[in-house]
């Protein structure tokens, strides 16, 4: 974490650093609704910076995001290595198109070679918020706690009707077995909704994601190509 953020989760601050703190807030956020403005519906893909090229997971997430791709949506991702990386190259691949929103962090997460546009966030929140922002639809492939947290993110926010009930993907059924379990679990207990495990699919196949995310998203919304937004000049925007 940045000294500011340690010091923002220690608890109350002088009322001075809270304001210049939500000033700091406020500016990523300005920043990454200037790099995103002009990306189009996009598909979240999810999942971890650890696999590489060459791993089954990787391989995975690139023949899907390439799929996915090729129905007309941006593929965003976090920006990093791993199962981003392949989102992102599996877009590229078949001439899509491929944004990030990068995490800066002491161990510097260099944006992937396979993004046409990026933009580097400091804080955690806040790089959810546009993960989530600009979706149709989300993918979560294998990954750690990271990955959960976005998951579980969307979810809550489909679950609550804070945002509208884009699709979820849930790939890998294998490596999801006990996290579906527990959903189950869950459901049992009374602690979610009958229907809430109906707000996502669990497959292994790609030609079921893409059916769903078909019907789910472009289908359900009547997603039609966009008239694109000029970029004003005297704002510096680019598109």
């Known amino acids: ?12 601050q002088k009322r001075w650093q809270e304001f210049v703190f939500s000033f700091k807030v406020m500016s990523e956020f300005i920043k990454g609704f200037r790099a995103l403005h002009f990306v189009g519906p996009c598909v979240t893909i999810f999942g971890s910076a ?10 995975k997430t690139e023949e899907l995001a390439g799929r996915i791709a ?7 991702t976090g920006g990093g290595p791993g199962i981003m990386e392949a989102a992102n190259k599996g877009a590229k691949d078949v001439g899509g198109r491929s944004v990030g929103c990068n995490i800066v962090l002491p161990m510097e997460q260099k944006p992937n070679p396979y993004l046409d546009k990026w933009v580097n966030i400091k804080y955690f929140f806040v790089r959810k918020t546009l993960l989530i922002k600009y979706s149709y639809a989300f993918v979560v492939m294998p990954g750690g706690f990271g990955t959960l947290d976005e998951y579980f993110e969307a979810l809550t926010l489909i679950q609550t009707k804070k945002i509208a009930e884009f699709p979820i993907v849930i790939f890998d059924k294998t490596f999801h077995s006990d996290l579906v379990q527990h959903i189950a679990m869950m459901k049992s207990k009374g602690t979610i909704s009958e229907e809430d495990d109906e707000l996502f699919l669990v497959t292994d196949s790609v030609d079921e994601a893409v059916a769903y995310i078909q019907k789910h998203s472009i289908a359900k919304f009547d997603l039609q190509p966009e008239k694109p937004y000029k970029p004003f000049k005297w704002l510096f925007e680019r598109g």
């Open 50 to 59: 650890r696999f590489k090229d060459g791993h089954p997971y990787y391989e």
């Open 1 to 12: 974490m940045t000294k500011s953020e340690i010091k923002f989760l220690a608890g109350p």
């Open 70 to 76: 090729q129905m007309g949506f941006t593929i965003m």
